[in-house]
């Protein structure tokens, strides 16, 4: 015998199955509320989704009255009627909001009036999602009973759908991150590689994480150096600047800090270590937009991406490590068998020269002669080599550039940012890179002398191509058609058109100096 569901029951059970039927967290979140409204014959409707500490992180409106909810563009605050449900935890239903207690305070501008309130805690487990608040039962009349029993019913259920939902976008991000990083660093042949297999990881993290910015920064002393960068370049200079004592505490605990920054998104730091490569560093994930699933499961996997960022570089060290190994092993190589052939050629030597005693004196003459110019030969020849062979590896251009902005933040009073992009090591020749430090002398010490800075960031990148200086600073700038450059601008400028190259200087009364240096690259 087909029984017969009382309607409120078919009713409920239909939304149930409506809300199940979507996998997706924010599609859940939309149905519920849906539901309620239907169920209740709501005019309005809103889940409010809470963090660990009962704060308000998004809002998710019905959506036939969403347009009156989207310029409101406040989060709840908690006190008044929408307070009252998570403090007593139980569905509150108001007839008459304006005569009661617990409604005081004032709406945001343009918030719709309400005059009936039912609300109801969401909760998943024992632990609060969010709460549901409806408002204005239409045809003015209050809700009833069945009305708060039908949302009750509707809210426990939810929890559990919520639960699953809330697990499958879980399970869906770890499986995009999987598919995004896991041919990153297959193939690390070349340096070109590994700093491609680096841009890759950064750039895959910033979609997967929906962020404004992902860079990784590394501090060498207490110079911080931006090395790789997805998305808004201009951005991340300013971005290291305000989170820098934040950068040098996790780098320093090698701790993890999450920054919530407004609703829905948050700012990740993560510390990257590294047992070879010399100097650790940090992922920053800048406003990563962050779903009520993910707020945990982010960070986590933030981090195991930069454990697999550390060991990318400290597989490239470990390679360049061998590579000076085979380099050093074969020049101690050479060198003795340098020193053994001095060692025989002077021994061939005496033995001809010993041979000669019985020879007649014009003879012998020409043959001592001849013994004489071949040694001074070889010996000019074998101690150039072995000088050459015994002469340690020429500074690299990155090493001199940080001495030289360690030196100089005694003098500017704080420490500039670099930010490196390319092969710089490799890009000029020793005699373009005694160029490039000086041209970065000159310019630190002009900000020093008139820009009145606050901050410098000096960037430094490299192509096949070109190289490019720029130094930018915050300071008092000048009128550059009332201003004549110096001495040291004219030289600047003629060091880089020796060398094929080009200088260029920006600037404006009150918005700081930038100086671009440009060189070809050494090939």
């Not at 059970?13 to 539901?35: E, K, Q």
């Not at 169920?39 to 809470?50: C, E, N």
């Not at 400290?314 to 003795?336: E, F, G, N, P």
């Not at 110096?486 to 930038?514: I, K």
């Amino acid at each position: 015998m087909d029984l017969e569901l009382p309607p409120e029951a078919r009713a409920l059970l239909d939304a149930v199955v409506a809300i199940g039927s979507d996998r997706d967290l924010r599609g859940v979140l939309t149905r519920i509320v849906i539901a309620s409204c239907e169920l209740t014959d709501a005019k309005y409707g809103v889940l409010g989704i809470v963090d660990d500490e009962g704060a308000f992180t998004e809002l998710v409106p019905n959506p036939a009255v969403e347009s009156e909810f989207a310029h409101i563009d406040v989060m709840p605050t908690g006190d008044s009627l929408l307070g009252l449900v998570p403090r007593e935890r139980r569905a509150i239903r108001i007839d008459d909001v304006t005569s009661h207690p617990a409604a005081t305070g004032t709406y945001p501008d343009r918030h719709p009036k309400i005059n009936s309130f039912l609300g109801a805690p969401v909760l998943v487990g024992d632990q609060a999602f969010g709460h549901l608040y409806l408002g204005n039962k239409r045809g003015g009349a209050p809700f009833t009973a069945r009305d708060q029993a039908l949302v009750e019913a509707l809210a426990r259920a939810a929890g559990v759908m919520i639960d699953n939902a809330r697990a499958y976008e879980q399970v869906e991000w770890r499986r995009r991150w999987m598919a995004g990083t896991r041919e990153v660093g297959s193939d690390l042949s070349g340096r070109a590689r590994v700093q491609e297999a680096l841009d890759e990881l950064v750039t895959s993290l910033r979609e997967l994480c929906g962020a404004r910015v992902v860079t990784y920064v590394r501090r060498i002393d207490d110079l911080i150096e931006i090395r790789h960068v997805a998305g808004d370049e201009d951005l991340v200079p300013a971005i290291v600047e305000r989170l820098n004592a934040e950068i040098r505490e996790v780098i320093d605990t090698r701790m993890p800090i999450r920054i919530p920054e407004s609703p829905g998104k948050a700012t990740l730091i993560v510390p990257v270590h590294t047992r070879l490569a010399g100097s650790d560093g940090a992922i920053i994930v800048e406003q990563a937009h962050e779903t009520p699933s993910l707020s945990g499961v982010m960070i986590d996997l933030v981090g195991v991406t930069a454990v697999q960022l550390g060991l990318i570089l400290d597989r490239d060290q470990a390679l360049r490590d061998r590579a000076q190994l085979l380099v050093a092993k074969d020049r101690d190589r050479i060198a003795r068998d340098l020193h053994d052939l001095v060692i025989q050629r002077l021994f061939a030597t005496g033995m001809q020269l010993q041979g000669a005693r019985q020879l007649d004196p014009a003879e012998l003459r020409g043959r001592v002669d001849g013994a004489i110019s071949d040694l001074d030969i070889a010996i000019k020849e074998l101690r150039a080599a072995i000088f050459e062979l015994a002469a340690g590896p020429v500074k690299p251009l990155l090493e001199e550039v940080r001495s030289l902005l360690k030196e100089y933040a005694v003098v500017l009073g704080f420490q500039p940012v670099l930010r490196i992009t390319g092969p710089v090591d490799r890009a000029l020749s020793p005699e373009a890179s005694a160029h490039a430090l000086t041209t970065l002398r000159e310019a630190l010490s002009n900000i020093a002398r008139h820009a009145d800075a606050a901050s410098v960031v000096v960037e430094m990148s490299a192509s096949s191509a070109w190289f490019r200086l720029r130094v930018a600073d915050d300071g008092v700038g000048f009128d550059e058609y009332t201003v004549k450059p110096g001495h040291g601008s004219a030289n600047l400028a003629a060091r880089a058109a020796d060398l094929g190259g080009h200088l260029t200087v920006s600037t404006a009364p009150g918005q700081g100096t930038t100086l671009q240096w440009v060189i070809p690259a050494a090939g």
